[in-house]
């Protein structure tokens, strides 16, 4: 007589993982998104093209996360089962590392300078970066129950900053100090203002199933993401105020004025860490895919080695143009993964990649030529890619 194993339950809920999504969407990251986007559109057109981007990045997020739940599985086997397990695997770890390490620039960046304005050695901020650095690499070696009550500690800490944000948004808008001029509002600048939303969070929305695919309904997985979107939208509207109100999308800077200061900095540091942490690690992750017999530990001190001298140079000053430029090489691969994983067809891998990489050819070609549709152009000449080539060839494995 054989016997079967009885089935996995999973029992998960989306509170169990709202602290991660909210962490996501409230942080200093998310406010220097909203200051950057003030420098492209005026506030009245800000308030109706964000959240346009915002839906089509809650789209992403809720396709990403019920493919993981409904799957149960991982970004990792979910992207490799869609692209294949050699070049497909190393692109999309590629990928995957490239923009962990352009945030790790961005985190450090931000991070550091805080960090060094905190100690009160604001011209030395190198100091800062440099002590940051440090920081991450030692406390990421050292997987200290993988740092879950950095989680809440860091999405608390987060909401404190945007509060202090707000306030100081607020008083500087009362002194009635001169505001910068509105940008003109353009199709071109709304494009960008939608692209940019949409890339902010594109990394995390195709990663989120590594937080859901334990999750007991769809429906936790709409929860999860609402709540990201809700503070996301909150976060960006708060550093629309501030660079309103300072004409400043530095955070750093902008603190550092205020009676708050010391308390502002101390939760822009903190905010910083656990993200800072988990980029070390996905990143990192990543990167072994990519080096044939990199190990974790080598791994970890080249990204976070990457990551300070980006940081260094405040590569946090152009998150703008990093988003623009992730635009451009990951919309096809996200519109790919979500049609090949919600239509349940079978699908060439092969093709799939070559979907991949001519739309995102594509997307390029269209940026390095001053459009600003290099997004949806990217995404349909994947998508279009896609299906021809399976009409061609057989759908193999």
């Known amino acids: 007589m054989t016997t079967t194993s009885p089935p996995t339950t999973y029992t998960a809920r989306w509170y169990n993982r709202a602290g991660i999504w909210i962490g996501i969407g409230i942080n200093p990251a998310s406010i220097t998104l909203g200051g950057s986007l003030a420098t492209k559109l005026d506030t009245p057109a800000l308030l109706w093209v964000v959240p346009i981007g915002a839906l089509c990045l809650w789209s992403i997020c809720v396709g990403a996360g019920i493919i993981g739940r409904r799957r149960r599985t991982k970004f990792v086997e979910w992207s490799t089962n869609t692209f294949g397990i050699g070049a497909g695997a190393v692109l999309i770890n590629l990928s995957m590392a490239l923009g962990m390490t352009g945030w790790a620039g961005f985190q450090m960046g931000l991070g550091g300078t805080s960090l060094a304005n905190l100690f009160g050695i604001n011209q030395a901020s190198w100091i800062g970066v440099l002590g940051m650095g440090l920081l991450v690499l030692i406390l990421g070696n050292l997987e200290v129950n993988k740092w879950n009550w950095f989680v809440w500690l860091t999405t608390l800490s987060s909401l404190a900053m945007a509060i202090i944000a707000a306030i100081i948004a607020l008083q500087v808008s009362d002194s009635q100090v001169s505001a910068p001029p509105s940008p003109i509002t353009t199709p071109q600048a709304i494009f960008s203002v ?23 309904s769809d429906r936790d997985v709409i929860f999860d993401a609402t709540s990201f979107i809700t503070v996301f939208l909150i976060s960006v509207t708060i550093g629309v105020m501030l ?128 459009g600003s549709f290099h997004l949806a152009a990217g995404a349909a000449v994947g998508l279009a890619v896609l299906f021809i080539g399976n009409l061609i060839l057989p759908r193999t494995q």
């Open 243 to 370: 660079f309103r109100a300072t004409g400043s999308p530095d955070l750093a800077v902008v603190l550092s004025g205020t009676p708050l200061a010391l308390m502002g900095k101390a939760f822009l540091f903190v905010s910083l860490m656990s993200p800072a942490l988990s980029t070390m690690v996905s990143g990192s992750l990543a990167w072994t895919g990519v080096v044939k017999n990199l190990s974790y530990l080598p791994a970890t001190i080249m990204l976070v080695g990457v990551g300070t001298f980006l940081g260094l140079i405040r590569f946090d000053q152009s998150l703008i143009l990093f988003l623009d430029w992730l635009a451009a090489i990951m919309p096809p691969a996200i519109a790919i993964l979500l049609v090949t994983g919600l239509s349940g067809r079978k699908f060439s891998t092969q093709v799939a990649l070559a979907g991949w990489g001519i739309g995102a050819a594509i997307a390029i070609m269209i940026k390095l030529s001053g």
């Open 194 to 216: 939608i692209t940019a939303v949409i890339a902010f969070a594109s990394l995390f929305a195709l990663r989120s199933t590594d937080f859901t695919w334990d999750l007991v």
